[in-house]
């Protein structure tokens, strides 16, 4: 045989052994499972088919997290800032609010959450504490909540209550307004020239002294006894036509008996309280016909004052009592109380040092059974306001002209003078804020109901400074 014929049967050999071995359908089947084995053994190492975490559910079951046990389809939603039950939402917080379901109150609208400030008559809980606009919670505890028009429910100073104090920069009263202090409300401002003009012969006892916050008053103010007493107003220049004037005694601004007392607008009233006729001008006479009241007290007021002194001790000759009853709540960034008063009398001077003491009191004390109620208005031996008190001026030589009262008028026979005037005098006492206190001004003819006396009263105002003690200066 030829090498060239044996050279043609070899290549058609290793072509025949190609082609077998190209088409041999085990090794195809091998190769194509080894691929996929590999193809299993990849996917399993991305976790898509293994529980990592062995709360049941892989990721392709819908775990989306499967290293967390607690993140699962079948998971309870709670507010840890997950989504743990892999709905696509953390804390299931379905308006994006930043509140999850758990906490907010509707997690469908993202302007009602614990976050939102409470708006005010709007009939919804903004904030989602459970209250609605004005039984909305009082954070701060001085006795108003936003609803209620605190400015600043985090700090118990600052409330519709308290006084605005000039000079810090902050808007105490809530009014929308920094420092500026309100106009007096017995008065009226003219716009051209800002002369005041009093509010008319109807005001209230609480304008004519100077409370013009009703938002204090925790009782309806009360006039106790005989209910001798006026209100009597003056325009700034003085007593005018449509003012309702008694003699020359005119309301007088606050004046500042420390360098912690703020100073207040002019007030155009005032109040008087009497122990006989309201604006008797004749008070000479013992018979003089309607001038001397006789009438008995219920209770001598010394019976309720802890402060009383020996000779004030109650007796039965209390006569033709007069008070006027406040239950005040203090504003919340007070430490102290001031007014202004002015003491007249008949019996000066004929029966200074006798027993006929009418007595006027000014009663300070907190609005509980068991309180302790001091007098807190004293001359200047610490003696109460009565005809004996050493701030008496010796007629006619008044500080303040009393003339037309008929307290300046001299007996029948032109030699003595049957009636005399203090003068202004103020009060300042301490108080607690954010206290309710019981403040009664009173008067009354003790020994007899013979022969009258009276007390102006006007300009009650707050102090921010500790004040020792209670205090009366002239």
């Not at 998971?75 to 917080?93: R, S």
């Not at 006479?285 to 007290?297: A, E, F, I």
């Not at 202004?340 to 007595?359: A, I, K, M, R």
Request: aromatic share 10%.
């Amino acid at each position: 045989m030829s090498s060239g014929y044996k050279l043609l049967i070899y290549v058609v050999f290793l072509f025949a052994v190609f082609l077998v071995a190209g088409c041999n359908p085990e090794t195809d089947n091998q190769e194509n499972n080894n691929v996929s084995t590999n193809n299993v053994t990849s996917t399993n190492n991305n976790n898509t088919f293994e529980d990592k975490d062995n709360d049941g559910y892989t990721i392709a079951s819908g775990d989306c997290n499967d290293d967390d046990p607690a993140v699962n389809p079948g998971a309870t939603e709670i507010p840890d800032g997950k989504d743990n039950n892999c709905n696509g939402f953390v804390d299931d917080d379905y308006d994006n609010d930043g509140y999850g379901s758990a906490s907010d109150c509707d997690d469908y609208n993202p302007l009602r959450n614990p976050g939102m400030t409470e708006i005010c008559d709007d009939g919804i809980d903004n904030n989602c504490n459970g209250l609605i606009d004005s039984a909305e919670s009082d954070d701060d505890g001085d006795g108003f909540s936003e609803c209620n028009g605190d400015c600043n429910d985090n700090d118990p100073k600052i409330s519709p209550l308290a006084v605005e104090i000039p000079g810090d920069n902050i808007d105490n009263n809530c009014d929308g307004v920094k420092d500026i202090l309100d106009e007096p409300c017995d008065c009226r401002r003219n716009d051209v020239g800002g002369s005041l003009s009093n509010t008319g012969a109807n005001a209230s006892i609480a304008e004519a002294i100077g409370i013009c916050n009703d938002s204090s008053f925790q009782e309806d103010l009360q006039i106790i006894g005989a209910g001798s007493y006026s209100i009597v107003s003056y325009d700034d220049t003085g007593a005018t036509t449509n003012a309702q004037g008694w003699g020359d005694i005119i309301p007088i601004p606050p004046k500042q008996i420390d360098d912690t007392d703020p100073l207040y607008p002019t007030s155009c009233q005032m109040l008087v309280l009497f122990t006989g006729e309201v604006f008797n001008t004749n008070l000479e006479s013992y018979d003089q016909p309607g001038q001397d009241l006789w009438y008995t007290c219920e209770e001598d007021p010394a019976a309720y004052i802890d402060n009383a002194e020996e000779d004030d001790t109650p007796t039965d000759a209390c006569y033709d009592l007069t008070q006027v009853r406040m239950v005040l709540r203090t504003p919340p960034n007070v430490t102290s109380i001031a007014f202004d008063f002015l003491f007249l009398s008949s019996e000066y001077p004929e029966y200074v040092g006798t027993s006929f003491n009418d007595t006027f009191y000014a009663i300070i004390g907190k609005n509980t059974v068991d309180a302790t109620h001091i007098n807190v208005s004293f001359d200047g031996n610490g003696k109460a306001i009565t005809v004996n008190n050493n701030y008496f001026q010796t007629p006619p030589d008044w500080t303040q002209s009393i003339n037309g009262t008929g307290y300046e008028v001299m007996n029948s026979f032109g030699t003595e003078y049957v009636g005399s005037a203090t003068g202004w005098l103020t009060t300042k006492a301490p108080v607690e804020p954010n206290e309710i206190y019981e403040i009664i001004f009173s008067i009354h003819d003790e020994g007899d109901g013979a022969l009258d006396s009276a007390v102006v009263i006007d300009n009650i105002r707050w102090g921010f400074e500790e004040v020792e003690g209670p205090i009366t200066v002239e």
